[in-house]
């Protein structure tokens, strides 16, 4: 069975830097896709950072430069470094699997971690 279970949410101000972390049971995520989503109220659910293992990691233009997403086999986690936070970065983490990457393009992945809250004030 997979779990994903996020951790390290919080409330910084603007500018600020904050690191999440998904820990994984029942996936490798070393050997298939994983990314990172947020959800904002009244918004959608979009696609912040995609890793694969076949290509660089894909970000969202909004936090190109500022969000990198890695992961670390040993301990078989997934985090996101994110630096420069802005209030629009303000949303519900999710931490997501699926060994078809296509399904985290389309956002229907198969595995959700329960979410981590992100707020940052101005």
């Known amino acids: 069975q997979v779990q994903l279970v996020e951790s390290g949410g919080g409330s910084v101000q603007a500018g600020g830097s904050l690191r999440l972390s998904c820990a994984a049971s029942?996936?490798?995520?070393?050997?298939?896709?994983m990314g990172w989503f947020r959800q904002a109220p009244g918004q959608e659910r979009e696609a912040v950072a995609i890793m694969t293992t076949y290509a660089p990691p894909a970000y969202a233009d909004s936090v190109k430069g500022r969000f990198t997403i890695s992961r670390d086999s040993a301990k078989n986690t997934l985090s996101l470094q994110m630096n420069s936070l802005k209030p629009e970065d303000t949303a519900m983490y999710y931490c997501?699997?699926?060994?078809?990457?296509?399904?985290?393009?389309?956002?229907?992945?198969?595995?959700w971690g329960q979410g981590t809250q992100v707020t940052i004030s101005s």
């Open positions: 029942g996936y490798r995520v070393n050997r298939y896709c």
């Open positions: 997501a699997a699926d060994r078809e990457c296509s399904r985290l393009w389309s956002r229907s992945p198969s595995y």
